[in-house]
């Protein structure tokens, strides 16, 4: 389908942001003049002059993000129009100018003592930014010099080379073999893998699987180099900091007690019985003598997929999260009436789908909706984000406005348990409770015990590099292969292929990324109940997360919605809902 046939309820309003590219043009040559901090340099000692100084970087940002939001959103309607990948990359450079034109300001503002900052940060005049220089006093000590901090701004580029190496391979340059998918003979690709290892056939699964790791295998070498390449980037910014490790470096910058990570990944080691359990069930109902890993994805429910329309899945969407109150609802339909999503699968539209929340806009959704029962859920991920963003931004000055990523797939994913609850309590098809179930059980398996899996993979690929091991391809896949028998059990075979998944996983270029992904579904799960048993209390605090912001550290935000991550119990909670699932599932197979 062309985008131009596609109704204009079903197209996100971009012109919401600039009114054309003309506009666009405009913008950004004015922008392009506007980065010009130097005058701050050497004045920032008072808190006039710091508060000056903000205000002009705000008014910088806020533009900044204009001109970005718009030339992102006209890309990915359709990337294979060159224009707008150019405008991107002209933003992206001129960020690269702003920090090194600023890079003197954090080292110029923690130059002062320790009283002052904090007297600053009590300082009304200063009240929007009181929680970053609260920050800045604990950051002192990993800040540079002026120079240096000039020169990391510097590097920044050069140190993500890696993952531009990743990238080119695994997108442009995989030798991936042609496979037959519906009579038709088809070169494979990321997205046909994952349809095909999900479908229910096995030997179309055991042959994509092959030939998928196949491409892989023969560049696993170049794979391993790229990926150690970016853990020497990672300590390389640990060690120039002053940091005691790489993850104690990703903790810190996300204001995260490291309790919190030695919880999940405690309480997910110990929980690992029941993924066992989970596998050979899974290995009884399919019954095979032999499962192996192509065998873990499909659905053990066949045939009870909810085929609706868009209509009628954002109809659903509402009733689920019903709970969450008047307000919620109607901004819900808000952003269905008043063009937040971009609905349609069009030819060149960027896949998947995402919500982008800029300050001073509306959230922007993009979707590509099929009348699946995972699409549905989507819209209802996607519009948790864009609720995050909207009371967050509407309820925060603009710089404690953007909420930290550890928390960034919470609200999310409270809406998709909400969501299945409300399902699981009115269908009355146990066909269709069946596929629920196993469809909670694989959001759990995928998003708490695999992502925490990685996280470990990370942690210990890291600390292998940072006491002087070099790494290859056959000492990460050792770690994978061990990681993934503690993981998985003894129901289903641990062969060659499965030992390499390491080299095809994206994020691990953003290092200690993925326990968020755990941490995010071990919060929802205990938001979401507290919901549905408490009512109007909870859906109050959790409202009050939503509008948090960055005021105050991520867990203690997370602690008014009712899910306290520095102790164990929201950790045992959510193992407890994958037992409760599996035993229900049990009940009806």
Known sequence: MERKDVPAKYKWHVEDVLESDEAWEKAYATLEKKVDFARF?????????????????????????????????????????????????????????????????????????????????????????????????????YILSEAEERIMAQVSEPLEVANDVFEMLDNAE??????????????????????????????KRKEAYEKYYSAYQKIIGTLATSYYGNVKADIFRA??????????????????????????????????????????????ILGYDTMYMYDVHPSLVEDADLKLSYEEAYELVLKGLSPLGEEYIGLLKKGRDEGWIDVCETDG????????????????????????????????????HSLHSYYSNSNQPFAKSDYKIFVAEVASTVNEVLLLKYL?????????????????????????FRQTQFAEFEEKAHAMAEGGEPLNKDNLSALYLELNKKYYG????????????????????????????????????CIANRILREGETAVADYKKFLSGG???????????????????????????????ALEKFSSLA
């Open 41 to 141: 340099k050497g004045t920032l000692h008072s808190a006039e002059n710091i508060l000056a100084y903000f205000q002009a970087e705000e008014a910088f940002e806020r533009e900044f993000m204009r001109v970005y939001l718009y030339a992102f959103l006209k890309h990915d309607e359709d990337v294979r129009v060159t224009k707008y990948g150019s405008y991107i990359a002209k933003v992206m450079n001129l960020l690269t100018r702003l920090g090194q034109e600023t890079a003197f300001a954090v080292p110029e503002i923690t130059s002062l003592d320790d009283t002052t900052l904090r007297a600053f940060s009590e300082d009304e005049r200063l009240k929007d930014h009181d929680y970053m220089l609260r920050r800045l006093i604990a950051e002192k000590k």
């Open 490 to 525: 003894d129901a289903v075979v641990h062969d060659e292929n499965i030992a390499i998944e390491w080299a095809r996983i994206p994020h691990f270029y953003r290092s200690f990324y993925v326990y968020k992904y755990a941490t995010g579904i071990t919060a929802a799960i």
């Open 349 to 384: 539209k960027k896949g998947g789908a995402y919500s982008i929340g800029i300050y001073g806009f509306h959230p922007f959704v993009l979707l590509n909706y099929q009348k699946t029962t995972h699409d549905v859920f989507t819209i209802a991920h996607e519009m948790g």
């Open 174 to 203: 995989l030798d991936l073999p042609e496979i037959e998918f519906e009579g038709e003979k088809t070169r494979l690709s990321h997205g046909l893998y994952g349809v095909i290892v999900n479908g229910q056939d096995r030997e």
């Open 550 to 580: 960055c005021s105050q550290d991520p867990v203690s935000l997370l602690r008014i919605a009712g899910a306290d991550l520095a102790s164990e119990a929201p950790f045992k909670a959510a193992m407890a809902e994958f037992g409760d």
């Open 239 to 284: 060690n120039v900091r002053g940091y005691e490790s790489c993850l104690s470096r990703a903790l810190f910058e996300e204001d995260v007690d490291k309790s919190v990570y030695e919880n999940l990944v405690r309480c997910v080691d110990e929980a690992t019985p029941l993924m066992h359990r989970y596998m050979h069930l899974r290995k009884r």
């Open 424 to 448: 699981l309590k009115t269908t009355q098809d146990e066909k269709l409770k069946k596929y629920l179930l196993n469809y909670f059980m694989d959001m759990i398996r995928t998003t708490l």
